[in-house]
């Protein structure tokens, strides 16, 4: 029984377009081609099919591209997964080919680049961790960096350059392969954002926290005024912290604002081996209203970072 409320429609009104005047999401000439064997790195990326993140991905390196010839900068923030994916020979060599003007970590990060450079080891093992009592409280960490914070609050540094510098005065068997070390010898500003109660070195007995709430606000402040020179081109990059270093960022980008300092047109780029937080979903979106853009590429760090410097270098 047919329903009079409801009668079917009829096929013969509908309206068709043709397939050559619809504009399509997918055209053969962005498909992939087979890499040929022997082929050079360009080759490789001309393989590739050119859409979605591998366009995303070319892009931003462009816009990288275009930051260092304006001489704009490129803050390059990293959560401690970066050295546990034995990443500093990258990021080391990037620094010194001039691709990153200003480094901002965390405070695991600071302590397992000082265990770096001390002795090329860090991170431990908690199931093999003999004396369960004893784990985290690493005696020549705790003391050494602490010495290294209460020496830089003398001469005024913030906790990046006070480490860097006794790390340039320490004779550590594997200073080279620290990036508080190198980035020390070039001048690179290395803002760590600390947080009490969040590392062992905090419950260590030389531990002050009024010397590292100094040092904190030395380094906000230093991070502060490289943040505000990324109008018009600067870049930002968080790679492997969900929440602290996206919330330091959006922080002093408030700042910049509250001190008049209007940021206008950066970029942004989320590296990350899971979907967005909430802090980083921010920072893509504060680019877009402030006329940039924020990109989002998911992976694993030590496929995704040798890939990104491998195309900046093959620009």
């Given at each position: 029984m047919p329903y009079k409320k409801y009668p079917l429609l009829d096929k013969k009104k509908t309206k068709t377009i043709s397939i050559e005047n619809r504009k399509s999401a997918v055209d053969v000439n962005d498909f992939a081609q087979p890499y040929e064997p022997g082929s050079d790195f360009n080759a490789f990326l001309k393989s590739l099919p050119h859409s979605h993140a591998v366009?995303?991905?070319?892009?931003?390196?462009?816009?990288?591209?275009?930051?260092?010839?304006?001489?704009?900068?490129?803050?390059?923030?990293?959560?401690?997964?970066?050295?546990?994916?034995?990443?500093?020979?990258?990021?080391?060599?990037?620094?010194?080919?001039?691709?990153?003007?200003?480094?901002?970590?965390?405070?695991?990060?600071?302590?397992?680049?000082?265990?770096?450079?001390?002795r090329g080891k860090t991170?431990?093992?908690?199931?093999?961790?003999?004396?369960?009592?004893?784990?985290?409280?690493?005696?020549?960490?705790?003391?050494?960096?602490?010495?290294?914070?209460?020496?830089g609050y003398t001469h005024n540094l913030g906790a990046g350059e006070a480490v860097g510098h006794y790390l340039i005065s320490s004779s550590f068997p594997y200073n080279k392969t620290s990036i508080f070390y190198k980035a020390y010898k070039l001048n690179i500003p290395v803002i760590v954002h600390s947080t009490i109660g969040t590392d062992f070195i905090h419950y260590h007995p030389g531990f002050d926290g009024a010397t590292l709430g100094a040092l904190a606000e030395i380094d906000f402040l230093l991070f502060s005024s490289v943040v505000s020179q990324l109008g018009d081109g600067g870049i930002y990059i968080n790679c492997?912290?969900?929440?602290?270093?996206?919330?330091?960022?959006?922080?002093?980008?408030?700042?910049?604002?509250?001190?008049?300092?209007?940021?206008?047109?950066?970029?942004?780029?989320?590296?990350?081996?899971?979907?967005?937080?909430?802090?980083?979903?921010?920072?893509i979106s504060d680019s877009l209203l402030n006329g940039g853009k924020g990109y989002y590429f998911t992976g694993h760090y030590e496929i995704m970072i040798p890939l990104l410097a491998a195309v900046l270098l093959n620009l």
């Open positions: 366009k995303d991905f070319v892009e931003f390196a462009h816009h990288l591209k275009e930051a260092r010839k304006k001489e704009k900068p490129i803050i390059l923030g990293m959560g401690e997964d970066i050295i546990k994916s034995g990443l500093n020979p990258i990021v080391i060599d990037l620094m010194e080919r001039g691709w990153i003007s200003a480094i901002s970590v965390n405070g695991t990060f600071m302590i397992n680049d000082f265990e770096i450079a001390l991170v431990e093992d908690s199931v093999d961790t003999s004396d369960k009592k004893s784990f985290g409280n690493t005696e020549e960490t705790g003391l050494f960096l602490n010495v290294a914070l209460r020496e492997g912290s969900a929440f602290t270093l996206p919330e330091a960022f959006l922080k002093a980008v408030s700042f910049c604002s509250a001190q008049g300092i209007g940021l206008k047109n950066f970029f942004t780029a989320v590296f990350d081996t899971a979907q967005p937080g909430i802090s980083t979903e921010k920072i």
